[in-house]
């Protein structure tokens, strides 16, 4: 099986059931457990935010960054397509009573500074009070750049709002940049996160972690931020036994974050490739590809074929449908991490290439028959 439906499904490696195996445990209700303490400390110093926490997942996270910044009735700004407002089943509206204010993504996956900035509710009982802007990064595998961010957060200061990121997967952001300028990604992190109130950082996805995620910062955020995980039940007792493997993940599985998304890249290299040499351009085409996220847009019918034989072949994707100006679509997502090898991106475009062939040569045939 080659899944590349999420990087949510990678599984520990040996070395990393080795330090679950091993690490000291404690009530992290009480606050002693050692391995969570640690793993808070360590995200931290990497992250330069004063404290942290830790929780099952970066849904209870991103809920509990909101519920701590807003009161009931106040107002988050958020992206159309942001996990907090799309992908979280409305936890801030119906756990929370926070109004969202959803605006319109720009192709390059930011929110327009002066959208942000229209949205912001005056001081008028008619309205929302708006208190939150939240940003995404990545945002559907696109990086949003070190000037972009900044200007956010400066934004934000300026306007008296508070900023939260919801950095599932900031790391490949970090590691994305930190390539093209040949610097370190624990460096860029630290800038791309910087003027920040709190930042929501997932564990279990690239990662490779098996559960959790980590919100951070200041000591008096995440003071009001652990009462709330206990009201939402994410307090977890011997938690240590999985925060041993989010500081192995941290320590070990970042750099190599650079190996998924190359994959990503050949992979759609080889799709491309594909496409074009069996003129197949009008149904199939890939998206530009800068961490390990590839999104493909295909005609229904081409979708539904290359989903059978992949499905027969033991290839695992994800797929929706929406509608375009050219009529009903198909998008397919592939996602690339650390439990899928180059050998089995190879075997993926050479399944690919014969399953497009295939469906070339019929649909000639098909034309033929209709002359």
């Keep these: ?107 390059d996956g930011s929110l327009a500074l002066h959208d942000i900035l ?29 000037d972009y961010m900044q200007q956010v957060q400066q934004l934000c200061k300026a306007q008296g709002l508070a900023c939260h990121i919801d950095g599932a997967r900031i790391f490949n952001a970090a590691v994305a940049i930190a390539s093209q300028q040949q610097q370190d990604p624990y460096q860029v992190v630290r800038q791309l996160v910087a003027g920040f109130d709190s930042i929501s950082v997932c564990l279990s996805k690239g990662l490779g972690a098996p559960v959790g995620s980590l919100l951070l910062g200041s000591h008096e955020f995440i003071a009001k931020a652990r009462r709330i995980r206990k009201m939402l039940g994410g307090g977890m007792r011997q938690a240590g036994v999985l925060a041993a493997a989010g500081s192995y993940a941290l320590a070990n599985n970042v750099q190599r974050l650079a190996e998924d998304h190359q994959h990503a890249k050949l ?40 989903r059978q034989q992949f499905t027969e072949q033991g290839i695992l994707c994800t797929a929706g449908s929406y509608q375009s100006a050219d009529g009903q679509r198909c998008r397919l997502r592939f996602v690339t991490h650390l439990d899928v090898s180059l050998a089995q991106i190879q075997l993926v475009i050479a399944v690919s290439q014969q399953v497009l062939a295939h469906y070339a040569r019929n649909n000639a045939r098909d034309n033929s028959a209709v002359l």
Aim: glycine content about 6%; proline content about 6%; some cysteine.
């Design 267 to 306: 992979l759609a290299e080889g799709l491309n490739a594909a496409v074009v040499q069996h003129q197949l351009q009008a149904e199939f085409s890939c998206h530009p590809v800068q961490t390990n996220i590839l999104f493909c847009d295909l005609s229904p019918k081409l979708a539904d074929f290359l």
């Design 118 to 146: 229209a949205a912001i509710k005056p001081d008028d009982p008619h309205f929302a009070r708006t208190r939150l802007v939240v940003i995404e990064n990545t945002t559907g595998g696109q990086v949003l750049s070190l």
């Design 1 to 107: 099986m080659i899944d590349l439906r999420s990087d949510t499904v990678t599984r520990p490696s040996q070395a990393m059931q080795q330090a679950m195996f091993a690490a000291p445990l404690g009530d992290d209700v009480f606050g002693d457990d050692p391995s969570v303490n640690l793993l808070q400390q360590q995200a931290c110093q990497l992250l330069g935010f004063e404290a942290a926490l830790f929780a099952p997942s970066g849904t209870m996270t991103n809920l509990i960054a909101l519920m701590s910044h807003c009161q009931r009735g106040d107002e988050a700004i958020v992206g159309q397509q942001w996990h907090t407002y799309k992908w979280e089943a409305g936890g801030m509206a119906v756990l929370g009573s926070i109004q969202p204010q959803p605006l319109a993504h720009q192709p």
